[in-house]
């Protein structure tokens, strides 16, 4: 898989979670009606609350900021409603031991606490987002619509909702609808046994469901036979979303979800003349490539946008451009097309390409510097990982660091005498690589700055460091073949050799002359033999 750590950064930092910056006391607001939890009460807090969501902040985290109002509301409203969800807040920087006990490894991070259980948050970021999500993971998995006005009231001003008619709620079927309800984090189910209700929204069938929604299509009728839960699952998901949609803060958790395994991205201005037949091009796409692609547009009138097109290579004067991108895990797959033309045809056979593996991914790398080898610490770029890396028998100490980041500036002195200690010892190799503009295939990293070693003799087992940044902790780490500091990370995918070419000869005209010994020979190893002799009647004695 081909890796990025500037996406992934990206993805999590500046598409998930791109809000606006709160003001300075709103976390101190957020206090009065948010459990403040350490180490000496957590323990106690999730216990004698049943149900409790808790955010993991950093007090200098804009994001966090931005939070704080939304998350204070939400907890007002859940308390003036008598509702015993709680709400809670840990502020990580300072209670480490919880931070670790629950990896938590960006801010914000929230936990959803069931009977002292967590589990992952996969609500949105406002007051009512939080307040859907944690009602709908404690209430019942769908909501009972005994008439029209009720289902009225239900659907509100949602962008998305589903309404199931099930005469009997106790069927395979309605039971299969009930269990994706309860899946559903982010989508409100509905149930009736009311005609008057499916006729208001249209089904005509004994038992089915609609899916209602404020765009496209306003009404997506399931018609399958299949009533179990993935199923019902798969087709909410895939119709929960645009045909081509925006990207927006509120939308990014739902486009990178991994309900559609692929996602076609559009860069360009909304405001350029041809746009709206570029957004017709992508609607008729988007209507051939149903379930399998999900189309979307980056305005970079948006300067958040802007930002993301470093990760894959692109300018503003080559906009508008596209790529495809496929997500797995933490690992992104980048395809580009070979024609920058934006017609019906180009993008077909690019879409094409991509699915019939005929369009091989893309890996951004730097030149190889010419004096890549000339100082202790080796540079290393996408081009030649693998020969300073991986294809040797050495320890290789490398970090993944990022030019802006202030913390790989503060370990660059230190990582220079790190060179210098290991210089001359041809089973080590110190090397560094800018993460930002270098991509390998399988690598996996997940912050600034990386520590990692390869060792020699296993590099498909890497270990990743995670002591101290001094020059004393990095020496033993290297020393002691990474045992010291060091922590299995991610299996790192090692090319397979290709077998040698067969010597150009016919086998049965071979012919195996056996080797003798010489005179010497014979008398070396005979001495040899009488020394074991020895030795061996001494052990007997």
Request: aromatic content about 10%; some cysteine.
């Given at each position: ?7 992934t950064l990206?993805l999590s930092?500046l ?5 606006a ?6 976390a101190?607001?957020?206090?009065k ?16 609350n ?10 200098w ?14 907890a ?15 502020d ?9 006990e ?15 259980e967590?589990?992952?948050y ?5 007051a009512d987002?939080?307040i ?5 993971m ?10 029209v006005?009720?289902a009225k009231?239900?659907?509100g ?26 899946d ?14 499916a ?46 949609i925006?990207f ?5 958790p739902k ?21 709206k037949a ?10 051939d490539n ?10 970079t ?5 802007v ?16 790529r ?19 017609t ?11 699915t ?12 190889v ?24 028998e ?10 802006w980041?202030?913390?790989c ?20 190799v ?17 912050g ?24 004393k ?24 050799k ?11 005209d ?5 080797l ?7 008398a ?18």
């Amino acid at each position: 898989m081909a890796s990025s750590l500037f996406f992934t950064l990206a993805l999590s930092a500046l598409l998930l979670f791109s809000y606006a910056r709160a003001d300075e006391d709103a976390a101190e607001e957020a206090e009065k009606h948010v459990l403040v939890l350490t180490e000496d009460n957590f323990k106690q807090s999730i216990t004698e609350n049943e149900h409790i969501l808790v955010e993991f902040y950093a007090p200098w985290c804009g994001h966090c900021k931005s939070l704080a109002p939304e998350y204070e509301s939400a907890a007002k409203q859940l308390a003036a409603e008598g509702s015993a969800i709680r709400l809670a807040m840990v502020d990580a920087t300072v209670e480490k031991s919880l931070q670790e006990e629950f990896k938590v490894q960006g801010f914000p991070t929230l936990k959803f606490f069931v009977n002292g259980e967590p589990t992952e948050y996969g609500g949105g970021r406002t007051a009512d987002t939080i307040i859907s999500w944690v009602k709908k993971m404690t209430g019942p998995p769908a909501v009972a619509l005994a008439d029209v006005d009720a289902a009225k009231e239900f659907i509100g001003e949602r962008e998305v909702v589903v309404i199931g008619l099930f005469a009997d709620q106790e069927s395979a079927a309605a039971k299969g609808f009930l269990k994706a309800a309860r899946d559903a984090q982010d989508i409100q189910y509905g149930i009736t046994s009311s005609a008057e209700v499916a006729k208001e929204y249209g089904i005509e069938s004994e038992f089915g469901f609609v899916v209602l929604r404020t765009f496209d299509e306003p009404r997506v009728f399931y018609d399958s036979d299949n009533f179990t839960g993935a199923a019902i699952s798969a087709f909410v998901g895939i119709n929960s979303l645009p045909l081509v949609i925006d990207f927006t803060q509120e939308s990014a958790p739902k486009i990178f979800s991994g309900k559609t395994p692929r996602q076609f991205l559009y860069f360009g201005s909304k405001k350029a003349e041809g746009f709206k037949a570029h957004h017709e091009l992508l609607t008729q796409l988007a209507v051939d490539n149903k379930g399998t692609l999900l189309f979307v547009v980056f305005d970079t009138e948006e300067e958040e946008n802007v930002k993301i097109l470093d990760v894959f290579g692109l300018k503003t004067d080559a906009l508008p451009a596209v790529r495809i991108i496929e997500l797995v895990a933490r690992d992104m797959k980048k395809f580009e097309p070979e024609s920058t033309d934006l017609t019906v045809e180009a993008l077909s056979a690019f879409i094409a390409g991509v699915t019939d593996g005929s369009i091989k991914i893309t890996l951004k790398s730097e030149d190889v510097p010419e004096d890549w080898d000339a100082k202790p610490v080796k540079v290393v770029v996408g081009k030649n990982f693998h020969d300073v890396v991986i294809n040797n028998e050495k320890n290789v100490i490398i970090e993944f660091y990022a030019p802006w980041c202030g913390h790989c500036k503060k370990l660059e002195p230190i990582w220079d005498e790190l060179g210098e200690y290991f210089d001359g010892r041809e089973e080590y190799v110190i090397a560094k690589m800018d993460a930002t503009t270098n991509e390998v295939e399988g690598l996996e990293v997940s912050g600034f700055p990386t520590i990692k070693m390869f060792p020699a003799g296993d590099k498909s087992h890497p270990l990743k460091y995670t002591g101290k940044r001094d020059l004393k902790s990095l020496m033993v780490f290297g020393e002691g073949g990474g045992r010291d500091g060091g922590v299995p990370d991610a299996d790192f995918p090692i090319p397979s050799k290709k077998a040698p070419e067969p010597d150009d000869f016919e086998a049965e005209d071979e012919e195996e002359i056996p080797l003798e010994e010489t005179e010497e020979e014979k008398a070396i190893r005979a001495e040899a033999e009488a020394e074991v002799k020895k030795a061996s009647a001494k052990e007997e004695l």
